[in-house]
């Protein structure tokens, strides 16, 4: 069973390993370690029962090959633009798949996998590797190690040059490596004109092939963006967003509307609740999306000043602009003003700019109305973070009454938050059966009755139910997340919320049925590879049962979580310590997925 991971060159590579190239370059997420793959089922791998227990996974890194799987994003969450979270379970959930697939491969075969170029990898894959090495720590026969991690391309420029945030993943894999030793070995790097696998890395292609016409080239790269933006290609996006804009000078405004149909014949804009193209007329608007990509894709790995100056940069040419363009470039400066320390009255003024965009008015276009509602709920968390609660609720309902009679998937997607945000704010002040029925009244209003909205539904209903001391009530409805979780194979939440429903249950002495759900806990921590939760779930279950465990050297394994599993393994044969480190249940169901992310 591996502990660590190892580095080496080329020439030292054990005689028994197989070799497998993850450098396949930033078109396209998922390339490096989809092409590991399928080099170890040429090798023989057959990954076991993986590919048909998480086929929705599967199909995404093997597209075609599976027929009859639940679509990934019907079942999980993905991303949001309009709230610039980063956090995606779909993402989440293929590299863990993959990851999985990388360890049980070495397994089935008996071999070192040798992982080559793992510095030149897209991005989402060299995320996946992290897991992968983690997962290795615990899983009986996998053996992985790195060859040549630190040969990387020339980046494309400045926008997208992610050599530090490769660095943090490498890090994350034991190797202390620094952005100086990172070299350019252009000589024995692979030919970057790979053939597409999959819509994304086609787009891709187009969008940056010089001998296409410039409106087939726009088009793709619109596209393209949406479709890296849901698969995490951040250095993608910002590759083919910098390589449109230049492609925009002199284009005719008569080209707008040919480049637009194209874009939504390739990629089904329709229907978008992120990256709208329905508000897109002009070349200003064009450029202004575009732009709003590359700050997006800055904001997500952590330079927020980037960001900002690319939200700014979107109203700087106003001449054709789109009041709705207008208005997103406010709020998506502000909304990452507000996550700033210090800068929340330099977010306020921006929201109150952005208002000026779109003023209400006698027939005013639907999608004006919808963004001057997007700006009432920033304008509403600014209030709640200077604990204004009852403004902020005032806030709140104008924005829903900006979205009456709005059915769109964007106005869809909106009410949501917005029910969401009156039931946090309602809990916030002490409101506590006010806060309840509100969510309640959102499940009725909204008719939802898929596994993946009663998951996220009922956990909440719980948290309330806790905090107003119903608690039969609250297990009933912390059980049906988890049979939602089960029916939907999401592991993460299933372990996460185990745990917490058997750390409620041992430190009120219901000793069997907190045991239950450790075990239960430690299998679905298993099943993601992760160290910390398995030791977790084996701590709880000491304490409960007295069954000797690893849980200390279980926890030590973890890369992901170090600081919470170090004080795990310390807290270690104190029974009270270990019942204090045990979670409980929150009032919202969504996590950061930490073992995927790099950010500092």
Known sequence: MSTSIRSVEDHVVRADAVVVDLDRGPAESYAGIRHALLTLRAEG???????????????????????GAARLSDIALAASERRLHRESEQVYRVLSVAAAALCAASAELDKTIALRGAGGADLSSLRGLMLAVERSAITPGARLELVDPTRVRVPAGPHADYRAERVRCLNRMGLPVTVGDLSFDLADLPDSGFAPFSEEGRLYAQAVDADSARTDRIAAALAYCRRAFFSANWEGMAIVAKDALGLLRGLPETAVAEVLTKAERQDGF????????VILRTTADLRAFLLKVLGIQAGFRG????????????????????????AQSHLYTALTLSKRKGQLPDAIAEVEEGFT??????????????????????????????????DAFQHEKQALACLEGLGDASSAHLRINLYSNISVLQEKAGKLTQAHATWDKFRQASGAGNAAFLKHHAYRSGGIRLLIDERTEALADLATTLENAVTLNDDFHECEVRLEVGGLLARSGESEAAAEQFRLAEIAARRIGDPYHVALAQAGL??????????AGTARRSTSYPAKAAALADAIGNNAAVLELLPSPKTKLNRPFDPINFQD
Do not use: C
Not at 542 to 551: H, K, L, P, R, S
């Open 45 to 67: 791998a057959t990954f076991g029962d993986l590919p048909s227990r998480y086929s929705s996974e599967w199909a995404e890194l093997f597209p075609g090959e599976v027929t």
């Open 270 to 277: 329709a229907d978008a609740i992120e990256f709208e193209t």
């Open 303 to 326: 330079d927020q000043d980037t960001a900002i100056g690319y939200f700014r940069s979107m109203r700087t040419a106003v001449d054709g602009l789109s009041p709705e363009l207008l």
């Open 357 to 390: 965009a779109v003023p209400a008015t006698d027939g005013e276009p639907d999608s004006v109305r919808r963004e001057r509602g997007w700006l009432h709920n920033l304008r509403a968390l600014t209030l709640f973070a200077q604990k204004k609660f009852t």
């Open 542 to 551: 000491t304490v409960i049962t007295g069954e000797a465990n690893d849980a």
